[in-house]
């Protein structure tokens, strides 16, 4: 479904359509999506935006809908408002300035509020957001915390804009959202818990480390966190690929300590263990498919030695191969067989 935004653009009137097509004129500049998906009443979005010369944007409203949004800042420090459009006399005396650092996650209610912000000509401009109804927040919260919790908690995330910055653990999942699709049939399912994980660790972020209190991630040079970004999402669709640190770094251009620091600290794992926990994960789909025997499976996964597959998949999974094969053969055996 179709869902128009109108903003003004240097007080002009423009109309957004936010299906993954936009309408946006050229003059101005490029706003585009590279991503649109939509879980149980959760839309995710990957924003790229840039002008052709220094404008002001302001978002007129939020077309009728009441909205919890969470941004995720991707590439340069920002300073934007927010404004209550019911209100007495001059609204933009009681803007709310927020200023959002490349590195941070911000959470608001999108209701009776707008937003504008000063964008620069020939900038890259790079966001990922979640939007959700405030009715779905609300049950999530209703559905997870002690009635007695509720209040404190809608006032926490409801009535201000609030802000933490963006853990390794966040970049991780959103990393995972942007490669669903490799899960083909089974994209929803995944895609509905891990957009609730993202939720819920913005959420602790933001309740246990206040932005002004804790240390900013030192964050890695945009080009080299693309290259990383990528290597990843390499991972993830071809998990048998060849990823020995040495390689790898000759192939990004970095020497193998930079390779392993950028690594750890954007996905809070080593590659070593990143590659492994893949394969296994790719591993254990191929045996639930239930069509290959266990040595053609483990060569698939990019594993040429069988004990050390049979040992690293009982770690993972708490028994061997054989065993997961048979228990998803006679698992897909009882689905399959008819009911009286």
Request: glycine content about 6%; overall charge positive.
């Amino acid at each position: 479904m179709d869902v128009k935004k109108n903003l003004l653009i240097e007080g002009k009137s423009v109309n957004v359509f936010l299906n993954g097509k936009m309408a946006f004129p050229e003059y101005y500049g490029k706003i585009g999506i590279d991503a649109v998906k939509e879980r149980e009443h959760i839309i995710y979005r990957s924003w790229n935006i840039q002008f052709t010369r220094d404008v002001s944007a302001a978002e007129k409203d939020n077309a009728g809908r009441d909205e919890v949004q969470i941004m995720f800042n991707l590439s340069q420090d920002i300073h934007w408002h927010v404004h209550r459009n019911r209100c007495a006399g001059a609204c933009d005396a009681g803007a709310e300035p927020v200023d959002m650092a490349k590195g941070e996650v911000c959470v608001f209610r999108n209701n009776d509020y707008r937003t504008s912000m000063r964008y620069s000509a020939d900038v890259s401009f790079k966001f990922k957001s979640i939007q959700m109804p405030t009715s779905f927040f609300r049950e999530l919260l209703s559905k997870y915390f002690p009635d007695r919790e509720i209040q404190a908690l809608e006032e926490q995330f409801l009535t201000k804009v609030t802000k933490t910055f963006i853990t390794p653990e966040m970049y991780r999942v959103l990393s995972e959202i942007d490669t669903s699709d490799r899960f083909k049939e089974y994209e929803g399912v995944y895609l509905e818990g891990k957009m609730i994980e993202l939720t819920a660790l913005v959420l602790y972020g933001i309740a246990y480390h206040k932005t002004g209190e804790i240390k900013r991630l030192s964050l890695p040079a945009k080009d080299d966190a693309a290259k990383v970004e990528q290597l990843r999402e390499k991972i993830q669709r071809f998990p048998a690929g060849r990823y020995d640190t040495d390689s790898v770094a000759v192939e990004l251009g970095m020497s193998v300590s930079k390779l392993n620091r950028l690594f750890r600290s954007l996905f809070a794992s080593s590659l070593h263990s990143y590659v492994q926990d893949q394969r296994l994960e790719y591993a254990a789909r191929l045996l639930r498919e239930g069509n290959s025997i266990v040595s053609e499976v483990a060569l698939q996964a990019g594993y040429s030695n069988m004990s050390h597959f049979s040992k690293s998949f009982e770690g993972k999974y708490g028994m061997p191969p054989r065993k997961f094969l048979e228990h998803s053969r006679i698992a897909a055996a009882a689905s399959a067989s008819p009911r009286f």
